[in-house]
């Protein structure tokens, strides 16, 4: 890929800005973060929730930034700046602006991907194993919001061969304008599922937001649709009132033209065997768990309406790999011994949660060693909210989880409904739970800790790393 991103001109005419000051020939990154602007990027000084881009602007540009763009209303607010800027209406309708133009001037074949639970683990697939033929663009954190998608599409470089995008959502209506800007020619939902629940009247309401990412499929272009989730046929419904053409289903179900034939799973990983489109392919997956061997198959079927051989994207998921909060596995010493942590901490529902219980099923404790459940409460689920909570019950005994901690008031739905053989400690937040639990670690044990965000589990994952943090080699415990 070139090494300038845009020429100060292409900024300037697509954000429909005024320049004031120095112009710079190129403009290498695009941020709208001060903390990790890089020397040459363009600074985007949009209002997020909690601060004003505006307040950092002399910051952003006595590191390094090319120039800012601002709003005109705030400009007289910034006093005396030194350095270039371009003065636009709106800075969040300018960086939409630049999206834009970003997805003009692209020849990529691109990818959008939604869904109510494995959004980023199959964006990162696709990441991984389209990077491995071609140049490929996509973010490499959850950035599929209103700021987040046309960020990354902005940051598109002109010669990306494949660009893949997250479009998430919170309510109906928010991933119609997304997908419009992204206009991809293969569309995946990874599954429909009882998620945001406090903003739906129900779950099909759900699936009928989620469909809105068929709404900004390209002419031609493929809608991936996972046969064996329970609103497949809406979803394909919509898909044929809009006039889409290309759909493919994937899942086990007999009649997905992505079909998993078979699958071995193990603690690390996977070896898959399907028939893509009439091809038959073996493949590894480089982390566990049936849902991501799930979404593989959606992997590969998009790759396919894309133009590429989804026999070499196959060869790419062996290096594909589980990301903080989602799957990521960490050694600690526990005494003389060590524990396996299993970072599920990423957000929870109770989809996510079943899939997540499902890999500690498949982790293997040492010697004596046991598999812990440490679960926060799921959040967004409304009035159903206990219920759902007490429905992991099973799931939690069919992991053959041996003690299982709770934190966060729904969680005790969930704790009343254990076996109480699986009970281990209840407490109302991650906080006052985490004491008790690093108290009853062993070594050998695999520990899994999954939560909503709002939940705080992953501030406890890496409190658990930094407590059993391994000693440097040659190191006595207690020596000075």
Request: charged share 20%; no cysteine.
């Amino acid at each position: 890929m070139t090494d300038a991103l845009w020429t100060f001109g292409e900024i300037v005419a697509a954000t429909r800005g005024r320049p004031v000051g120095a112009e710079p020939r190129s403009v290498d990154g695009i941020a709208i973060d001060s903390r990790t602007l890089l020397p040459g990027d363009a600074f985007f000084a949009i209002r997020g929730d909690r601060f004003d881009g505006h307040a950092f602007v002399s910051s952003a540009l006595a590191h390094g930034a090319a120039t800012a763009v601002v709003s005109n209303a705030r400009l007289p607010a910034l006093g005396r700046v030194t350095g270039s800027m371009i003065v636009v209406d709106d800075v969040m309708e300018a960086l939409r602006g630049l999206a834009q133009a970003a997805r003009v001037r692209s020849r990529a074949k691109i990818v959008a991907v939604t869904g109510s639970v494995g959004k980023t683990s199959t964006k990162d697939m696709l990441l991984r194993a389209l990077g491995g033929i071609l140049p490929t663009h996509g973010a490499p954190a959850s950035f599929n919001n209103h700021w987040g998608v046309p960020l990354t599409l902005a940051r598109m470089p002109a010669d990306a061969a494949f660009g893949v995008f997250e479009i998430g959502m919170n309510h109906a209506g928010e991933i119609a304008p997304l997908v419009g800007l992204v206009r991809p020619h293969a569309a995946i939902v990874t599954t429909v599922e009882p998620v945001h629940l406090e903003a739906f009247a129900s779950v099909e309401d759900i699936a009928f937001a989620k469909a809105e990412i068929l709404t900004g499929l390209d002419p031609g272009g493929t809608a991936v649709l996972n046969r064996d989730n329970g609103y497949f046929d809406l979803l394909r419904r919509v898909a044929i009132e809009l006039g889409i053409k290309h759909i493919v289903g994937f899942g086990a179900h007999p009649e997905a033209e992505a079909r998993l034939d078979d699958f071995v799973l193990d603690a690390d990983g996977s070896t898959v065997s399907a028939t893509i489109l009439g091809r038959e392919i073996t493949y590894s997956l480089g982390a566990p768990g049936r849902h991501l061997i799930q979404n593989s198959l959606a992997v590969l079927a998009a790759a396919a309406a894309i133009g590429a051989d989804p026999e070499n994207v196959a060869a790419g998921l062996a290096g594909f790999h589980a990301g903080k909060g989602r799957g990521e596995r960490s050694t600690i010493q526990v005494g003389e011994g060590s524990a396996t942590v299993i970072d599920e901490s990423y957000n929870a529902n109770p989809a996510s949660m079943r899939a997540a219980l499902e890999v500690l099923a498949q982790a293997q404790p040492g010697p004596g060693g046991r598999r812990i459940a440490v679960l926060g409460d799921m959040l967004e689920l409304g009035a159903e909210e206990l219920a759902l909570h007490a429905g992991l019950a099973e799931p939690v005994v069919d992991a053959g989880t041996d003690a299982v901690f709770l934190a966060g008031p729904r969680m005790k739905a969930l704790w009343e409904a254990l076996p109480p053989d699986r009970r281990a400690v209840y407490a109302g937040s991650a906080t006052e739970l985490e004491s008790a639990l690093a108290e009853a670690i062993a070594p050998e044990d695999v520990i899994m800790v999954k939560g909503s965000n709002g939940s705080r589990m992953g501030p406890l994952v890496e409190s658990l790393k930094r407590r059993f943090a391994p000693r440097p080699l040659g190191v006595a415990e207690g020596a000075n």
